[in-house]
Nanobody
Framework: QVQLVESGGGLVQPGGSLRLSCAASANIFSFYVMAWYRQAPGKQRELAARITPSGSTNYADSVKGRFTISRDNAKKTVYLQLNSLKPEDTAVYYC???????????WGQGTQVTVSS
Protein backbone atom coordinates (compact mmCIF):
# COMPACT_ATOMS: atom_id res chain seq x y z
CA GLN A 1 0.00 0.00 0.00
CA VAL A 2 2.99 2.29 0.63
CA GLN A 3 5.66 2.85 -2.00
CA LEU A 4 8.83 4.95 -1.78
CA VAL A 5 10.76 6.28 -4.78
CA GLU A 6 14.16 7.96 -4.34
CA SER A 7 15.84 10.34 -6.73
CA GLY A 8 18.68 12.87 -6.84
CA GLY A 9 21.77 10.71 -6.57
CA GLY A 10 24.76 11.09 -8.82
CA LEU A 11 28.48 11.71 -9.14
CA VAL A 12 29.83 14.68 -7.17
CA GLN A 13 33.28 16.14 -6.51
CA PRO A 14 34.56 16.16 -2.92
CA GLY A 15 33.13 19.20 -1.14
CA GLY A 16 30.11 19.26 -3.41
CA SER A 17 26.41 18.94 -2.63
CA LEU A 18 23.40 16.87 -3.59
CA ARG A 19 19.75 16.86 -2.61
CA LEU A 20 18.00 13.51 -2.42
CA SER A 21 14.22 13.20 -2.60
CA CYS A 22 11.91 10.39 -1.53
CA ALA A 23 8.31 10.48 -2.71
CA ALA A 24 5.73 8.39 -0.84
CA SER A 25 2.37 7.09 -2.02
CA ALA A 26 0.61 6.98 1.35
CA ASN A 27 -2.53 8.72 2.54
CA ILE A 28 -1.21 8.99 6.11
CA PHE A 29 2.39 9.91 5.28
CA SER A 30 2.33 12.62 7.93
CA PHE A 31 2.12 9.97 10.67
CA TYR A 32 5.22 8.03 9.56
CA VAL A 33 8.73 8.25 10.93
CA MET A 34 10.92 8.68 7.86
CA ALA A 35 14.62 7.96 7.55
CA TRP A 36 17.55 7.78 5.18
CA TYR A 37 19.92 4.84 5.42
CA ARG A 38 23.06 4.27 3.44
CA GLN A 39 25.21 1.32 2.54
CA ALA A 40 28.79 1.93 1.46
CA PRO A 41 30.85 -0.64 -0.46
CA GLY A 42 31.94 -3.42 1.87
CA LYS A 43 29.99 -2.04 4.84
CA GLN A 44 26.68 -2.76 6.54
CA ARG A 45 23.67 -0.54 6.02
CA GLU A 46 23.56 2.27 8.57
CA LEU A 47 21.13 4.97 9.61
CA ALA A 48 22.17 8.38 8.30
CA ALA A 49 19.23 10.56 9.36
CA ARG A 50 15.72 10.25 10.76
CA ILE A 51 12.76 12.62 11.08
CA THR A 52 9.60 12.15 13.13
CA PRO A 53 6.09 13.29 12.16
CA SER A 54 6.55 16.35 14.38
CA GLY A 55 9.82 17.28 12.68
CA SER A 56 12.33 16.13 15.29
CA THR A 57 15.55 14.89 13.70
CA ASN A 58 18.59 12.84 14.54
CA TYR A 59 21.76 12.09 12.60
CA ALA A 60 24.64 9.70 12.55
CA ASP A 61 27.77 11.26 14.01
CA SER A 62 29.51 10.84 10.67
CA VAL A 63 27.06 13.15 8.87
CA LYS A 64 26.02 15.56 11.62
CA GLY A 65 26.58 19.14 10.59
CA ARG A 66 26.80 18.26 6.90
CA PHE A 67 23.47 16.54 6.11
CA THR A 68 19.96 17.84 6.72
CA ILE A 69 16.78 15.78 6.63
CA SER A 70 13.43 17.49 6.10
CA ARG A 71 9.89 16.62 5.08
CA ASP A 72 7.00 18.20 3.25
CA ASN A 73 3.86 16.42 4.37
CA ALA A 74 1.68 18.18 1.80
CA LYS A 75 3.91 16.81 -0.97
CA LYS A 76 4.41 13.45 0.81
CA THR A 77 8.14 13.84 0.30
CA VAL A 78 11.21 13.58 2.50
CA TYR A 79 14.53 15.16 1.53
CA LEU A 80 18.15 14.71 2.43
CA GLN A 81 20.46 17.64 1.73
CA LEU A 82 24.06 16.46 1.45
CA ASN A 83 26.72 19.15 1.84
CA SER A 84 30.50 19.07 2.12
CA LEU A 85 30.54 15.61 0.65
CA LYS A 86 33.49 13.33 1.27
CA PRO A 87 34.61 10.23 -0.62
CA GLU A 88 33.56 8.13 2.38
CA ASP A 89 29.97 9.30 1.83
CA THR A 90 29.89 7.17 -1.31
CA ALA A 91 27.03 4.71 -0.84
CA VAL A 92 23.61 3.66 -1.96
CA TYR A 93 21.12 5.78 -0.06
CA TYR A 94 17.76 4.23 0.86
CA CYS A 95 14.56 5.90 1.97
CA UNK A 96 12.75 4.17 4.83
CA UNK A 97 9.27 4.54 6.30
CA UNK A 98 8.30 3.24 9.74
CA UNK A 99 4.60 2.63 9.24
CA UNK A 100 3.57 1.48 12.70
CA UNK A 101 3.69 -1.28 15.28
CA UNK A 102 3.32 -4.74 13.83
CA UNK A 103 3.86 -3.48 10.28
CA UNK A 104 7.15 -4.06 8.43
CA UNK A 105 9.11 -0.99 7.38
CA UNK A 106 8.88 0.08 3.75
CA TRP A 107 12.07 0.66 1.76
CA GLY A 108 12.76 2.48 -1.46
CA GLN A 109 14.89 1.07 -4.25
CA GLY A 110 17.94 3.17 -3.39
CA THR A 111 19.84 5.90 -5.19
CA GLN A 112 23.60 5.89 -5.77
CA VAL A 113 25.75 8.72 -4.44
CA THR A 114 29.37 8.71 -5.60
CA VAL A 115 31.86 11.28 -4.31
CA SER A 116 35.05 11.25 -6.34
CA SER A 117 37.49 13.58 -8.04
Amino acid sequence: QVQLVESGGGLVQPGGSLRLSCAASANIFSFYVMAWYRQAPGKQRELAARITPSGSTNYADSVKGRFTISRDNAKKTVYLQLNSLKPEDTAVYYCNAQIGIGIPDVWGQGTQVTVSS
